[in-house]
């Protein structure tokens, strides 16, 4: 039997949409790392009877352990804490430890206010001060979880535990952790299965493929129905999921080696990393620029999204108009009029452009038709043009139809030009 | 009695967090555009104990109307369609007719496959072909919403009614609005109250202070109380949100100039228009460049969003190295060395480039700490300057401090030189 989860999200704004639930899939993989499968998450607004009704549903499906994310604020509408204490029978009661050691954060934002460090905005100074109280009522017997903002969390122990966090990501990450370590949460998932999990990242290939390499992989992996594989298309690239008891790491390993077998071209990564952390270490030492039209400063970004992209990233030129990519990558207006500006001349040579401006030593364009406009018969919507150009003369161009709309589009872009870049830079 | 809806959304890929769902947000919409309460949204995995356990739990908390996304593909972990009919406790049918449109669908895919137009990845056509039974399946006597994909839908009238749907957005959307048009739907949802939703959106002002004036305009607003008014954080602005009753409208104008009253300079939106929609309109004849440091294209790629930038865009330089900032920008590399490359000073002289350079009229230049590393006592991370020039002459340049992490504070810049852009271009 192994070990089942339930989380319960709160927050009107989550459930109407107008805020991305962050923690439901952060907390997703930190279960699965710790062996818990995870049976529902459940979304809820700030009611306390559909945040009751949501526990009492996860309480009925048997899981072992209850997870819930926001509500745990100063004003009237965050009632997680109170829900949770009526659902777990315990009395609401004031904990003074906790009420002094919130008076202290308060005192320290005081400081901090008075002297002007604190940003508008980080701190509602008479809100918290009344809250004081409110935020030190804690059910009856739980353990609290000390606060990284203001508002501290509880562990109620039980059948099912009910850990209670608070919303905002960079205050529930830390205090998940800290939960994580308490006997209640300890002893609710005693009894979990230990599993491994492995991805496998492909480019290039379709999923019916691989779907079929799986197919033909089980008479030939011995153990292969105890491994847990699960595929998923995922900005462009082919994630596969593998999850097993340690026992059947050599089905994992035969089933692997098939996979390097079949697609030795589309694997790229078979350890975790990411085409943005291979493209990271492989850019260590060198000098990259960009040169973007549809993508208009995407992929840039996407490479200054690693902290540290300073030490390789020079820089980059958003030619959205045909006279950004002549003024300012030096490409000929000629060669535009003849093969207009989504082709692959024009892409070789604001790549040339990008090498030449900014001394650079690597350099990636983009010039596409993302729509919803401006497609042709020749040249529909989704025609996005290619190259990656070194210092050492290396030259790799490419024209590729993209499904999808706008977003995708350009998104998907990024990902063809990483994908690229890691051929460019692997047959250095 | 208002009427409420419940939101199911399967699949593992989801639940784990490896994707992210759009349906439930965008479902969560329509919903409230359509008056009816969302209750719940809950997530599950391709397990169909769960998506009926999923099922359950939302008929009896009460909800008229089931809506469930995912698990209409053609493998064998695509359960829902069965799942939901032992849910309403109805046989599985072949709908000849439905398999007879489907087998149509698959006609025209095969001429796309053979005449190369399809592109890669888009069909899987052996699953295809091999599912056509499967999905002419249907619940007795429920409606077939036509594919938008291969995928049909149904609708499945009952206490409370079903409405089936792929995960795909772009299958699902345009399904949801042929379902909302099923005589089961428009049964189901008959009770509806009508509601209005109206925004006010803000930016400069903390959240603390518009809590104070709402509770302030409480005694002075004649129905306050039958106004459903929620405030969140967003993207770095404040967003009001009021539901109300159509007869209610008064209240809700009266309100709305007390906010104007009190915070006519930070309110920047009340019809609903975003940022990004209000900077696309005020630039309509302008030619806009950008000049971004730590952002690294996504104020250029912001811009970009919107269908038809190009009529307004010309481009934009990432100079993310200092020597980028002078060969592409012609910053004095004095100026740097003198003021550092995050200040006033060098914001201005990146915007005067980028105005330059481009032929431009209207020029944006973002500089800052975007951290993890770079910060000092004098320039901590999260330190950003901001410049916005016209050809006119004018000029914006502010220093601003965000909080949060390297994305948030990048994300944050990109809002705050926004609200510049617009400070900037409506005093022109």
Redesign the interface.
Known sequence: MSTRAGIVVTG??V??????DRN???L??RL?ELGIE????????DRPD?IE??LR?LA??GVDLIITSGGLGP?ADDLTVATVAHFCERELVLDTALEARIAEILNRLMARLRSGEA????V????VLAANRKQALIPAGATVLDPVGTAPGVVVAGTPTVVVLPGPP?ELQPMWHKAVETDAVRAAIAGRTSYRQRYVRMFGL???AL??TLRRAEPQVDGFERLEI?T???RGEV?I?TRYEPDAEPAYTRLLALLHEQHAREIFSDDGSTIDELIARALAGRRI??A?S????????R???V????EY?????????N??KT??LGVDAGLIAEHGAVSEPVAEAMAAGALQ???ADTAVAITGIA????GSPEKPV?TVCFCVRLSSGEKLTRTT???????DV?ERSTTVAMHLLRRALSTD
């Open positions: 009107t704004e459930l109407t949409g107008r805020v991305a439901g899939p952060w997703a993989d699965l995870l049976a529902h998450i459940s979304i809820c607004g559909d009704a949501a549903f009925g499906e004003t940003p508008v905005g980080a509602d100074f008479d809100t960079r379709p999923e019916s779907a079929d699960t998923c298309l995922r994630e999921v620029a960009t973007e549809c993508t208009a400063g995407l992929l840039a970004a490479l200054a999204d902290a540290g992209a300073s990233l020079v820089g980059g030129v958003v030619s959205y108009a006279e950004a003024e300012l401006r900014f001394s729509g919803p406009g401006g989704g139809r993209l499904p999808g709309d706008r977003t350009r």
